[in-house]
């Protein structure tokens, strides 16, 4: 092994970390719209994907790391995996090579179909660690990609010792110690990752982009592309740069084309449904100045709060959604785009029911313990929720719609209580 270079200096260079990519996956919510908003949404990962290596050889990076989940699963047909040999094609034109693990999305045991990639792209074998080294940057990358999905070893422990001199990329797709809402996909802890001896810890797994550590880098660049309300806020890769054996600059490069917010809307003051829809189209033109920058915002509006118009929000569900997509549509093409409505809300604290009203409320009450009323719900709308595709089912996030697919009728019956109330008093919109 040859010394250090001593005071001859080290190139100066920079790549992209990106992970999760997740091409096509399917985006729940989308199903009978139409509009070059939803049509936008259907292609965004793959929308993102492009952008991504358009900047990559914008950048002039010397090299494009994905760390996992390029795929979301298998694919239903090989346009996907022509896709990705059609980008990477890109990238081979402008001389940039790719460093590429599968993760628990895309394990090998789970993509039946596959192509010859081109010869710029380097998949990292699923058996054990391996080590590839790009000389004239005196560069080393050490990875392994998922066998199977479920990895419950710690992989990062037998990655290959740093090579000396080198700039040591270690290429990893795990949860680390299990963060919420994620498996524990091939645990390991910073700490450990941080001993290593390694320069960067390029991960994936996690979609969140974090920086868990600086000395040395240790990164979750999170997902190309955000896909539900879960996944809010700028996404993309990270863009790192080099200089003298060391990261001296990391950069987020913001490629996705949708954006994602949560949209509050407080009920404070809302006194009719007309209000509320002045409220919604307010506050969406609000959050397309403040988060958009530039792309489709896909907003989910939840109102939230205390109004007299509780009841008649409820009964005007459909009309309010209508309105507010009415509103996103309004400020132009892919400006806004409203995925779902959710009224949140409840009466003013001191509201005193109606004494003939709140018996007949008792009433709806005490039906839930009728069993020939509950017998008969069952017989009328269980056939009805079984023929649902599996999509629409899994795609149900109305309480009532889960309690009728859960065949809780009695949940049902307390759960139409507000809409009952809302037809008694004539608040119907
Ligand atoms: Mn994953």
């Avoid at 005007?316 to 132009?332: C, F, I, K, Q, T």
């Amino acid at each position: 092994m040859l010394e250090s270079v001593g005071t001859q200096s080290l190139p100066r260079f920079r790549f992209v970390h990106a992970a999760d990519v997740h091409l096509d996956s399917p985006l729940k919510g989308l199903a009978g719209q139409d509009g070059s908003a939803a049509e936008l949404i259907r292609s965004a990962t793959r929308k993102a994907f492009e952008g991504l290596v358009t900047r990559t050889v914008e950048e002039r990076a010397a090299f494009l790391v994905i760390a996992g989940d390029l795929y979301d699963g298998d694919w239903r047909d090989y346009q996907t995996g022509l896709f990705f040999v059609r980008q990477m094609g890109r990238l081979r034109e402008a001389g940039i090579p790719a460093y590429v693990i599968y993760g628990n999305h895309d394990a090998q045991s789970k993509i039946t179909r596959s192509l010859t990639l081109p010869d710029n792209v380097t998949v990292f074998r699923t058996r054990s660690a391996e080590t590839h080294r790009i000389e004239e940057l005196d560069v080393a990358l050490h990875g392994q990609g998922y066998r199977e999905r479920d990895i419950d070893e710690n992989l990062a422990r037998s990655y290959p010792s740093p090579i000396p001199s080198a700039f040591n990329i270690g290429i990893l797709h795990t949860g680390l110690g299990g963060m919420e809402g994620h498996a524990p996909y091939a645990p390991c802890t910073l700490d450990e990752l941080r001993k290593k001896g390694y320069d960067y810890w390029a991960l994936g797994h996690i979609h969140k982009p974090e920086i868990l550590s600086t000395d040395p880098y240790v990164v979750f660049s999170g997902n190309v592309q955000g896909r539900h309300i879960r996944e809010t806020g700028p996404r993309g890769a990270m863009l790192v740069t080099v200089e003298d054996g060391a990261v001296n600059a990391l950069e987020p490069l913001h490629v996705d084309v949708v954006r994602w917010a949560l949209v509050e809307v407080g009920a404070d003051g809302i006194e009719t449904v007309s209000d509320a829809n002045d409220r919604v189209r307010t506050a969406i033109e609000q959050a397309v100045e403040e988060n958009a920058d530039g792309r489709l915002l896909a907003c989910r509006i939840e109102v939230v709060g205390r109004t007299p118009a509780h009841s008649a929000l409820l009964a005007s569900h459909e009309d309010l959604l209508a309105e507010a997509r009415a509103s996103a549509a309004g400020l132009g093409d892919d400006v806004a785009w409203v995925e779902k409505l959710i009224i949140n809300t409840d009466l003013p604290a001191n509201t005193v029911p109606d004494p003939a009203l709140a018996e007949t409320l008792g009433e709806i009450g005490l039906a839930r313990q009728d069993e020939a009323l509950l017998r008969d719900l069952k017989e009328q709308i269980a056939p009805f929720v079984g023929k649902l595709p599996a999509e629409a089912r899994d795609a149900a996030e109305s309480p009532l719609l889960r309690a009728a697919m859960d065949h809780d009728f009695g949940e049902l019956i307390e759960l139409a209580r507000p809409y009952a109330m809302a037809r008694l008093t004539g608040h119907e919109g």
